[in-house]
T-cell receptor, first 112, second 111 residues
Framework: QKEVEQDPGPLSVPEGAIVSLNCTYS??????FMWYRQYSRKGPELLMY????GNKEDGRFTAQVDKSSKYISLFIRDSQPSDSATYLC????????????FGTGTKLQVIP | ETGVTQSPTHLIKTRGQQVTLRCSSQ?????VSWYQQALGQGPQFIFQ???????GRGNFPPRFSGLQFPNYSSELNVNALELDDSALYLC??????????FGPGTRLTVT
């Protein structure tokens, strides 16, 4: 079983749609959870960082964590064409930002 | 832009050759991490340097080696290149364990 599972997509949605991106993980040692966004020909950039189970909101983005199910989600409300990118879930080993374990990424396309 | 620069942007090498990739950290950052991102995959951690010392290594063979210089810039060296080494190589700089900022990457093609 892979340590992190993420549907690679691609996922195509119309502008304004609510997008749901998901990852499952098997390593119980993962206690911190991140979402990165990677535009084509760019490096990943940190979108959200959360620790506890439940929801964390930042503008149009909501990160949701269910530690009991080892399942994390990223929701994007009112999606925009500028949201078209690859979204990577990521798991740092011990609360820092280093030596991160990444998912494979989900490629999202928001169609105007 | 993050302030992290990498060179070259693209590189084509032949199997068995050696390659050196370079990373210039964001000003004030003393830690550099290198990742390999194969096509359609997430980045895989190669190793990290903190104040010129290796500070952790992922599951990569010894032919992947690195250096960090006193100005905190860094090099990734790969010897005896294999076809599977074709990937985007990303460096990320940070101040110790704080948030890391990624460069745009170097795309390496091994033929």
């Amino acid at each position: 079983q892979k340590e992190v599972e993420q549907d690679p997509g691609p996922l195509s949605v119309p502008e304004g749609a609510i997008v749901s991106l998901n990852c499952t993980y098997s390593n119980s040692a993962f206690q911190y959870f991140m979402w990165y966004r990677q535009y084509s020909r760019k490096g990943p950039e940190l979108l959200m960082y959360t620790y506890s189970s439940g929801n964390k909101e930042d503008g149009r983005f909501t990160a949701q964590v269910d530690k009991s199910s080892k399942y994390i989600s990223l929701f994007i409300r009112d999606s925009q064409p500028s949201d078209s990118a690859t979204y990577l879930c990521a798991f740092p080993p011990s609360g820092g930002y280093q030596k991160v374990t990444f998912g494979t990424g989900t490629k999202l396309q928001v169609i105007p | 832009e993050t302030g992290v620069t990498q060179s070259p942007t693209h590189l084509i090498k032949t199997r068995g050759q050696q390659v050196t990739l370079r990373c210039s950290s964001q000003s004030g950052h003393n830690t550099v991490s290198w990742y390999q991102q194969a096509l359609g995959q997430g980045p895989q951690f190669i190793f990290q340097y903190y104040r010129e010392e290796e500070n952790g290594r992922g599951n990569f063979p010894p032919r992947f080696s690195g250096l960090q210089f006193p100005n905190y810039s860094s090099e990734l060296n790969v010897n005896a290149l294999e076809l599977d080494d074709s990937a985007l190589y990303l460096c990320a700089s940070s101040l110790a364990a704080d948030e890391q900022y990624f460069g745009p990457g170097t795309r390496l093609t091994v033929t």
